[in-house]
C-alpha cells in the first residue's frame, strides 16, 4: 500500500504541470534489501541471532540424529525382532519424528520472530539515516522500494556507511 501511495504521489508531481519541471526534483533511492545484506548493523544483528538460536538448532540436531539410528537399527534389525519389540521401536520413531517435526516448526518460527525485530530495529536506524542524508544533501523524495531505478539515484551505499559509524 506504501509503495502504491508513493508512486501515485511521485506520478501526481510528475504530471503536475511545468512548474515542476522548471524545478529540479530531487530523487534518491535505497535498497532496503542491501541494507539488511551489507550494513554492519544487520550483520551484527543476524550473528547474534545466530549465537541466540544455537543451542536449541544443536538439540534438533540430536533429536535428528537419534531418529536417524533409530530408523536404521529399526530397518537393519527388525526382521529378527519379535513384533512388541518392532511396534515398540516404531512407536518411538513416530514419537520422535513428531517432536523432531514440532522443534523445527517451533524454531522456525522464533528465529523468524526474532530476526523480524532485529530487522525492525535496524530499519528504524536506517530510516535515521536516510532522514539526516535527504536534510543533509536536499532530496525531495527517497524512496525504499522501486520496480525501476538509475543507478545515479542509488544512495544505498551511504546509507550502508553511515549505518558502520
Known sequence: MRII???FATCWMLASGA???AQDLKIGFVSTERVFREAPPALKALKKLEKEFAPR???IKKVAERAQALQVKLEKEGVTMSASQRRDRESELGRL???LQRMQREF???LNLRKNEELETVLQRANKVI???AEKENYDLILQEAVYRSPRMDIT???IEALGD
Open 5 to 7: 501511495w508513493l508512486a
Open 108 to 110: 522456525r518460527e522464533d
Open 97 to 99: 519424528t513428531r517432536d
Open 57 to 59: 538448532e544443536a538439540e
Open 131 to 133: 532522514n539526516a542524508i
Open 157 to 159: 551505499d551511504k546509507v
Open 19 to 21: 512548474a515542476l519541471f
